[in-house]
């Protein structure tokens, strides 16, 4: 159970007016952060950087963090639950030792970062607005998308710190290297595609089954839940926040030497554009008051908890008996799968890790601040998971089993081809010609090279990595073998290698052996994580999860 929280003091007033005022320096309208949470702090230990523990609360941030990075790429890594947490635990682990070292990035340095980074240089207005109304919509925390920002400028800052000297990439090598990365490759091949063999397979009743109980563990659903839940909204406190404000005496002073102790381009609005200060500051009031009234909001919530805790047995619905009683209501959301956001708890930010703590002991949440109030929720309705019958999903499996027949054709079909391609140049014939008589169709593709990260022209079935290491591992004239691919797979022929031109050299070597210089100054930080990673209590603790191959937090 939870303590009664006291109401505001004057000092405490005031840290909750300075919280506001570094919070609307950073960005425009954030949430405030409970106090609960606040007071509370992690309970584990996951390993201790420089003497300080590591906490279950700073892994759960992180690990938020990295899956929200992942939702911001365009090419998330691929990672297992166990990988996820080791990679989150180092990222931890790294802010722990930027901070030991001195290297913070402050609230000015990240709010500059953010008016240089974030501008449209057409219009010169402010384009973070419309990334935190994204973060909004993916449900995701503005606070942790700032975190990994200040992560990266404090990294960036210690690599330059610990770089190489420029002159260890001589323009020699650099030459060598630049000539490799830009040689190109001109090249034929003939792609087998899954979708192109899809009318011709044919699906059997026993194939069907079998494919299904093969893969009955791909079809099931997920346990879906439905939580019951009381809102205390903040909106029914701002009066008497905003007059408890009003007995401040020194507010105004207060207000004015926090407006002056930061630079005037710090207020902005949500359009990027400056506040006059007497708007700053009243943005400043508003935003506290806000904070205050969702905290006011937090201590009815408690009231409410403790009575819920003096209840025996504790069960779900007693909530409903509560809400009777003081004549509150009681919300229902629809089932809905862990992970997602159901309408009516859109202000909780952490919802699955809230629910996760909820059990038949213990069915009801604490009070939970959100920035329009403050929320206790309890699992009414566990839907359990179930593995659908055959029948049931039929049209989808069939569709699936197709698919699959068809991959298993077109790979069939490329293999095929490879060996008629061994046979028919053993004879002396040509990759086209052997195509042609294949009846198939050899593709020529547009030159690429081991640098182009795109390359016009080229089918939309073709992966181009994947191409890359083919045609560069073959001399000119030799033929691959067949690559799978994830659509089927493809036979490649090398006809020539292109050398990169004097006057393509003189053009790009200078901006190719800064780029050199830089990406090699940078490997020092790596070789510094690892070395202080691998020496850690926190590398220990991780250890069974970290050698499942979890990608690094320096990737």
Do not use: C
Request: charged residues 25%; hydrophobic residues 40%; aromatic residues 8%.
């Amino acid at each position: 159970m939870i303590g009664t929280i006291r109401k505001h003091s004057a000092a405490l007033w005031w840290i909750i007016v300075v919280a506001v005022i570094v919070s609307f320096v950073a960005w425009s309208g954030q949430s405030q952060s409970s106090l609960v949470s606040m007071l509370g702090g992690g309970q584990g230990r996951y390993g201790a950087v420089d003497g300080k523990d590591l906490t279950r609360d700073e892994i759960q941030q992180t690990y938020r963090q990295l899956l929200l990075q992942d939702k911001l790429s365009e090419r998330p890594r691929s990672m297992t639950d166990d990988q996820r947490e080791a990679t989150a635990a180092q990222m931890a682990f790294i802010d722990h030792k930027l901070h030991n070292m001195g290297v913070i990035a402050d609230d000015e340095v990240l709010a500059s970062v953010i008016r240089d980074a974030f501008r449209d240089p057409a219009t010169g207005q402010s384009t973070y607005p419309a990334l935190a109304e994204r973060l909004k919509n993916m449900g995701a925390r503005e606070d942790d998308y700032l975190a990994i920002l200040r992560r990266q400028v404090e990294q960036s800052s210690l690599v330059g710190l610990l770089s190489i000297p420029d002159s260890l990439v001589t323009p020699r090598e650099a030459e060598a290297d630049y000539r490799r990365e830009n040689e190109e490759a001109v090249a034929s091949a003939v792609f087998f595609i899954n979708t192109n063999f899809l009318n011709s397979v044919k699906i059997t009743p026993e194939g069907l089954g079998t494919f299904y109980t093969n893969r009955a563990q791909n079809y099931r659903i997920q346990e879906k839940l439905v939580v019951s839940y009381i809102k205390f909204p903040g909106s029914n406190h701002l009066a008497t926040a905003e007059a408890e404000m009003a007995k401040m005496p020194d507010l105004a002073v207060r207000l004015e030497q926090a407006y002056s102790s930061r630079k005037t381009n710090s207020f902005v609005d949500d359009q990027g554009v400056v506040l006059s200060k007497d708007a700053a500051i009243a943005r400043m009031k508003a935003e506290a008051i806000k904070g205050n009234a969702a905290e006011q909001a937090a201590q009815v919530a408690t009231e409410v908890y403790n009575e819920l805790a003096q209840i025996s047995p504790a069960k779900a619905e007693n909530l409903d008996a509560v809400a009777a009683k003081r004549k509150m209501r009681v919300e229902m959301t629809q089932p809905f799968v862990r992970g997602e956001r159901p309408l009516g708890l859109e202000g909780i930010q952490d919802l699955a890790n809230d629910l996760q703590r909820l059990t038949p002991d213990s069915p009801f949440s604490e009070p939970l601040v959100a920035a329009d109030g403050a929320y206790i929720i309890a699992i009414r309705t566990r839907i359990p998971s179930v593995i659908p019958p055959l029948k049931s999903i039929e049209p989808r499996v069939t569709e699936d089993y197709r698919r699959s027949l068809a991959l298993e054709a077109a790979r069939s079909a490329g293999q095929a081809f490879r060996n008629a391609v061994t046979n028919g140049i053993a004879a002396g014939k040509t990759f086209a010609t052997i195509a042609a008589e294949q009846k198939l169709q050899a593709i020529d593709l547009p030159a690429f090279s081991l640098s182009m990260t795109m390359v016009p022209g080229l089918p939309p079935y073709a992966d181009l990595g994947s191409l890359k290491d083919t045609a560069f591992a073959l001399e000119p004239g030799g033929t691959s073998s067949f690559t799978l691919s994830r659509d089927g797979g493809y036979v490649l022929s090398l006809k020539e290698r292109k050398k990169v031109s004097d006057e393509a050299i003189k053009a790009g070597l200078s901006a190719f052996i800064a780029e050199a210089r830089s990406r090699r100054s940078s490997s020092p930080f790596g070789q510094w994580f690892t070395s202080e990673w691998e020496k850690s209590s926190v590398a220990e603790a991780f250890k069974p999860r970290a050698d499942t191959n979890a990608p690094s937090a320096m990737n």
